[in-house]
Each structure stands twice: as structure tokens, then as C-alpha cells.
């Protein structure tokens, strides 16, 4: 791990924690964020940008700390019922023995679905995500959505060309912008890590 992305996970680490606390961001991390060279990183704007929405974020640097986050979350909502839209997401979650989570069927089965980021935007922390892969399905109640930093771009521009260079037939049929403050969602999930 590089000098830049261990500067990175602390930042994004702390201010995590500080959401989680109820507590407003240290001066400090605020000063190694604009000190170090990472303040141009558009991971850590969305970051920032995301929790001052007052979302659920959690920034995961193993499988571990996945599988637990998950755990906790099917706990706390008594979570039975949850579809992956991405077959390689839902062979992942089983191989670390979250086995309640499955492929879903149809839509009216969907009321808790994870589904993969394909993007997100620093300036106004909104999420993309897209039918690139597998069929998408949206959830009734509560969206999960598990990110890789590196799927954040500081303008919608630059994450369409991102999406451009991911999928080689070009861009996906269909391509949703989910603001995490204007949504029909219930509860709105974000699990990040790094690639």
C-alpha cells in the first residue's frame, strides 16, 4: 500500500468515525486532508460530501470488515430477504458466508437489494449505477450499495468516460442517477473499499 492511499484510508476512516460518533469532523483531519495531496482525490470529496448528507457510509479495507458491516446491517434491520443484482458480488458475499444473500427472481421480491456502484460524483455525492452487467433491480425499501474508491469522478463527464473505458460495447442501456437526498428509498447504504 502507497504513501497517497494509506493518507487516504485515514482521512476517509476518520471521517467515518466522526459520522458515526454524531460528532462534527476534527480540525485536524479537515487540515491533513488540505496538507496532504490527497485533497484532490475525488474519493475523499465524495466521502465528505456524502456525509454531510447525513448517509450511511462504511469504509471497509478487508473482506472482514465487509462481512461484519453487513452482518450488522441484516441485524439491525432484521434483514431476511436480500437479492444481489451482481452475480460476482452475490458468489463474493457467499464465499465469505453471508449465504442469505441471493440472486433475485423477479422485482417483487426486492424489498433490501445490493447492487454495485458503477460510479459516484465528489461535487454533489450522487451514485450511478447502471444494467451493465446483470439485470438491474431496484429495491422497495432499502438500497445497498457496495463501491470501489476508484469509481469516483469529480464531474458527471469524467464518470461517463469512465463508464465508457469499464464496459467495451459502450455505455449500458440504462444509466440511474441516485441522489441520496431526493430518493423514494427508505434506507440508502454505502460500502466502500478500496480496489
Request: overall charge negative; hydrophobic content about 35%.
Amino acid at each position: 500500500m502507497g504513501k497517497d492511499t494509506g493518507i487516504k484510508e485515514r482521512i476517509i476512516a476518520r471521517i467515518q468515525k466522526a459520522l458515526e460518533n454524531k460528532v462534527a469532523v476534527k480540525e485536524n483531519v479537515t487540515n491533513e486532508l488540505h496538507s496532504s495531496e490527497e485533497h484532490d482525490d475525488p474519493s475523499v470529496t465524495f466521502v465528505e460530501n456524502f456525509i454531510k448528507k447525513n448517509k450511511k457510509l462504511f469504509y471497509c479495507t478487508s473482506e472482514a470488515e465487509i462481512k461484519s458491516v453487513l452482518e450488522h446491517i441484516i441485524r439491525q434491520h432484521t434483514l431476511d430477504n436480500i437479492r444481489c443484482c451482481s452475480s460476482s458480488l452475490t458468489y463474493f458475499f457467499n464465499k465469505l458466508g453471508l449465504n442469505q444473500i441471493k440472486a433475485p427472481v423477479s422485482m417483487e421480491e426486492c424489498d433490501v437489494c445490493i447492487i454495485p456502484c458503477d460510479g459516484m460524483i465528489a461535487s454533489d455525492a450522487t451514485l450511478i449505477i447502471t444494467d451493465g452487467q446483470d439485470e438491474l433491480y431496484l429495491p422497495k425499501k432499502t438500497l445497498i450499495l457496495f463501491a470501489f474508491t476508484s469509481k469516483a469522478s469529480s464531474t458527471w463527464n469524467e464518470a461517463l468516460k469512465k463508464l465508457g473505458d469499464l464496459y467495451d460495447q459502450g455505455l449500458p442501456n440504462k444509466i440511474l442517477r441516485i441522489n441520496p437526498v431526493e430518493t423514494a428509498f427508505q434506507r440508502i447504504y454505502l460500502i466502500l473499499s478500496e480496489d
